[in-house]
């Protein structure tokens, strides 16, 4: 099991690092202002920005930062054999605006924008919400607990595939979210299937900060959790 821990605070973002054998809380930034790209389909796709190439194969799973100038962009990406999903996107400086390639219900690649402009934060409180993006994982189980509920309440049910859920709000502090691939592996009160969760997310925000979880395909029939702005 993954461990993350995110401390975010209204300007500043932190990483705290958990045991060595971790993977990084955040995709690492390349810069500050940007697109980054999730693929959330089930094989790797080549990411053009602008008419410009920017990455070949960006595996399944993966995320990729590209520093860009603020201002309208036209973000692609492509699989191997030609099928090219495109999408404008509006880059504002200091941010790095997030997209997702996804499969659709027909097997159709899709890009789609993951900003949300509409979750506004009440001061003194939190929001977070989780995407599942794992293609190849199929319906998973969600539990979480938050800064003012510290017993586990499950996120939503069935969360399947390409679930858009809304930012759920409480008090400022320590929300964690775990995911298992088994959806009969926890009921709640079961201290070894919490201990057994697949990944664990852990974000801590102070007043006004908003965060977004996403579940991604971790090889070998398992997803792993990465959080984002």
Known sequence: MRTHLVLATLATLAGVAGCAADSPTESPKL???????????????D??????????????GELGSFGTAAGDRSVQVRLAGGTVAALAVRVGTGHLSAV??????????SLQSLDDTNAVVPAGATKLRVLHLASKAGEVQVWRTQPDYQTPIRWAFPFNYNAVNTYYQSSPGAWEVRVWTDTSSYRPGDARGWAAAVDTARVTLSGGGKKTVVILDAGAGRVKLEVID
């Open 47 to 60: 990411v053009v920005i602008d008419g410009a190439f920017a990455r070949a194969g960006l595996g399944a």
């Open 31 to 45: 810069t500050d202002t940007g697109v980054r790209v999730i693929n959330g389909f089930d094989a790797p796709v």
């Open 100 to 109: 997702a390639a996804t499969r659709l219900g027909s097997g159709t690649l």
